[in-house]
């Protein structure tokens, strides 16, 4: 097999730097780029990547996860898979324009039209049910349906599907019980189900033999089922989270993409072997992030087009001869593209979270029920179709200059991180630092206006402000006298992807396309924390690169669902008497918990060099009837964190220790620059104290700044591209220890009053992190600290603008 990765077009473009400086957010009217070199504005998103999105657009419903051609070429449908109102769309091609749509209450990737083209069959999700659609006048309009099972809590959630060529059979294949179904589709019964290797993606039929060929999510394969054997017949290695798939016209060659390690499979059928493998991202050997999941070839079968949803590109491929495949080149789309087709010479991208972060100014109100048009973080981010002529090869140059402006990710970047000399934090992999031992602390859903908008010597809304000084001493002590960060942004937009962010810079496509699902209350398990491992990154979270490094490390909390799986490398590194998630424990007796260990540990000189610790009762449980009330929640966690860093201060590895501290998301608290905007702290001797930080950072930054102390890879293209935090540093140590502030709160108060947001309260189920309405969540929130019938203000989403070559300096919301 020939791994072909990009030619000597990766080696010589280079990614320009983005701006560091704090951001200017806002609704904005986004100018997007006409003609190729004349964009007029760049896109920034809140974690530092942009957006010059090519050619012209049409809007699409709530994250595009796939979209399925006529075979006359003629529509194109689409099905939106998202947290809010999911969809599928009938699309004109040559009038670009939506013909029909259609509201469907559960839905997934699956969609393919009849071989006719007269009827339209659909995934119904979590419903266990394939849709059809007459679409024989351009309307869809649902005839019936096929029942693969009961809805949930029953547990099938049918994935791709696909029809024979005689238009009689109907094929799907699922992601929780892991089957093939046979379906007949005149009787609409089921007639036959095959249990699969592992979690299924899609499933495709060969132009040629009839043959399914079925990409096996979970388990780095294709298998091949023979209708006439009615049976699995062979499989074909594949990377990793092998998703989308596409044959040349004559079946000779299947072509398949590799979410989890930026890869596409080029397999000659007939031999069942992989004939070589492109590598999709900018650069040769980058770590995981390019995130393949979409492809189409060329109308001439010449070239190969893919979409890297986290590189928000196209990347494209000159496969006329394949076995000597080789780049072309890149073409910038907008946000997270996850299908790609191509009509003559018109191609098509669907682009999952469209073209930029926005404000919300139809936010939670307190005085109405929840409405569908109600803007949520989870649904915000509305899709687009992305359309333009194929680009001839002279003129990929071009685009392929813009892709790497957009992109902070280089080689360079991941061999040497910017930095200062003389700083404690190194700038490659083996340099040494004086800091020796890190702990990191992970919180759950705050914004930074929500902690720490009261404070007057950062960019803070005080009126925004639910939990100030008097809430949290603590925080805002340590933000006092060592470094207020006021422009820092989490990575992720929930708790799902958030913790997998916190914990590896990078949340796989499985996360990213699963999470919305069960987020909108259809259905679905909380699969984001380590308990089922097609969410794992290929190389593991952060635990596993200390255990490959030879660095010690020991979680207290944090992924307990990991340290239960086979070889896992949190076995016997978890704090067996620290408990998981659960609003019922106080934080502050977890930090006693951890102080016992730590105590053995030092004295056996044992103390790990890698420490996690979760202290997640910033939570709260809302208005919950007998629960603490959201002050004494988040007043315990504040204390907790108070304990945690004087007892560190003062013990006798404090000279060599440092203490990073963020939230896993922020999800739905207001903010007045962006909901991504939170709290973080960086503690250390070696922290500039009473320091004021502007630079912006986010999650993925910190993990590369505890990577470098520790002498780690980053573990994705996010932490090796993101600023490390050596502006928070000096190489002068301040051995001053923290004493903690007392709580000002009563942290065994409890709600009492059974009001509005406490008979809300009651329908949350919070024995997790967010298995909830969050929306609801943080309007009861606001409610139980600022009263029942107070207004709790729209939170702010912000495009991250920079105009030409320059940054816009215009706040107004215009």
Not at 241 to 248: A, K
Not at 338 to 361: E, I, M, Q, R, Y
Not at 543 to 553: F, H, N, P, S
Request: charged content about 25%.
């Amino acid at each position: 097999m020939l791994l072909r990765y990009l030619s000597t077009l990766s080696l010589s473009l280079l990614s320009l730097a983005l701006w560091a400086q704090p951001a200017k957010t806002g609704s904005r009217n986004v100018q997007l780029p006409g003609k190729m070199g004349q964009e007029t504005q760049r896109v920034m998103l809140p974690n530092g990547w942009s957006l010059t999105p090519h050619g012209r657009s049409l809007p699409l419903g709530d994250l595009p996860l796939n979209m399925v051609l006529s075979a006359d070429g003629k529509r194109l449908a689409v099905t939106n898979n998202g947290q809010s109102t999911q969809t599928i769309q009938l699309i004109d091609v040559a009038g670009e324009k939506v013909l029909s749509e259609a509201v469907i209450a559960k839905s997934w990737v699956g969609i393919r039209f009849s071989p006719d083209g007269k009827r339209l069959f659909a995934s119904g999700g979590n419903d266990n049910r394939i849709l059809i659609y007459d679409v024989s006048n351009n309307q869809l309009t649902k005839t019936d349906s096929i029942e693969l099972g009961k809805p949930w809590p029953n547990r099938i959630s049918v994935a791709g599907v696909e029809v024979d060529k005689a238009g009689k059979t109907l094929y799907a294949v699922t992601k929780d019980d892991s089957s093939l179904y046979v379906c007949d589709i005149a009787s609409k019964q089921v007639k036959n189900k095959i249990k699969l290797p592992a979690e299924a993606f899609t499933c495709l039929r060969s132009p040629v033999s009839d043959e399914l060929f079925i990409s096996i999510w979970g388990a780095e394969k294709v298998v091949i089922y023979d209708p006439k054997q009615q049976k699995l017949t062979g499989e074909i290695a594949t990377g990793s989270h092998p998703n989308d798939m596409t044959f040349s016209r004559n079946g000779q060659y299947l072509f398949v993409a590799n979410a989890n390690d930026n890869s596409v499979s080029l397999v000659d059928v007939k031999s069942r072997k992989v004939l070589e493998t492109f590598n999709t991202s900018l650069y040769p050997d980058a770590p995981a992030g390019s995130t393949p999941n979409g492809l189409a070839l060329s109308t001439d079968q010449k070239t190969l087009l893919v979409a890297n949803a986290d590189n928000n590109c196209v990347a494209v491929f000159d496969v006329s001869k394949p076995g000597r495949s080789r780049s072309l080149g890149f073409i910038p789309v907008g946000w997270y593209p996850t299908s790609v087709k191509v009509v003559g010479s018109k191609v098509l991208v669907a682009n999952g979270k469209g073209f930029t972060s926005k404000a919300n100014p139809n936010g939670p109100n307190p005085y109405k029920r929840r409405e569908s048009g109600t803007e949520y973080i989870a649904g915000l981010f509305k899709g687009t179709l992305s359309m333009f002529t194929l680009p001839k090869p002279a003129e990929l140059s071009a685009m392929s200059k813009l892709v790497y402006q957009n992109t902070p990710y280089s080689k360079e970047k991941e061999k040497l991180a910017a930095g200062e000399a003389n700083n404690p934090i190194p700038r490659k992999l083996g340099d040494t630092s004086p800091i020796k031992y890190v702990f990191y602390i992970i919180k759950e859903n705050r914004t930074y206006d929500q902690v720490f908008g009261d404070m007057p010597e950062g960019n803070g809304d005080s009126s925004l402000c639910l939990f100030p000084e008097k809430v949290t001493p603590n925080h805002h002590a340590l933000a006092r006298e060592f470094v207020l960060l006021d422009n820092f942004y989490v990575d992720a937009e929930v708790s799902a992807d958030g913790h997998n962010w916190s914990m590896a810079a990078y949340a796989t496509d499985y996360v990213e396309k699963t999470w919305p699902t069960s987020y909108g209350g259809r259905g679905g398990t909380y699969d984001y924390e380590g308990s089922r491992p097609v969410a794992f990154p290929k190389k593991g979270f952060i635990w596993d690169y200390c255990q490959r490094a030879g660095v010690t490390y020991r979680s207290y909390g944090e992924f307990e669902a990991y340290s239960k799986q086979k070889r896992s490398a949190l076995a016997n590194h978890f704090c067996p008497t620290y408990p998981d998630y659960d609003l019922k424990v106080m934080d502050t007796m977890r930090v006693a918990l951890w102080k016992k260990e730590f105590d053995s540990l030092l004295v056996a000189k044992a103390v790990p060099r890698f420490n996690t610790l979760r202290l997640g009762n910033d939570h709260t449980s809302g208005a919950r009837i007998g629960a603490p009330t959201p002050a004494a929640h988040v007043a315990d966690n504040d204390l907790a964190v108070g304990m945690f860093v004087e007892y560190l201060s003062k013990s006798p590895i404090w000279n060599e220790s440092a203490v990073f501290i963020l939230e896993d998301d922020a999800q739905n608290g207001p903010d007045h620059v962006d909901a991504h905007r939170s709290p973080a702290l960086v503690i250390s001797p070696y922290t500039k104290r009473k320091h004021i930080e502007h630079t912006m950072y986010s999650t993925s930054g910190m993990l590369r700044t505890m990577e470098l102390i520790l002498g780690l890879p980053p573990m994705s293209q996010y932490d090796a591209a993101a600023t490390p935090m050596f502006a928070c540093f000096t190489n002068t140590p301040d051995l001053t220890p923290y004493t903690r502030r007392p709580a000002q709160q009563d942290l065994e108060a409890k709600n009492t009053a059974m009001n509005g947001p406490a008979r809300e309260s009651e329908k949350f189920d919070l024995r997790y992190a967010d298995k909830l309405d969050d929306l609801k969540f943080n309007e009861v929130i606001w409610k139980a600290v600022k009263g029942e019938y107070s207004v709790m203000p729209a939170p702010r989403r912000g495009a991250f603008l920079v105009v030409g070559e320059e940054a816009d300096d215009d706040d107004d919301d215009d």
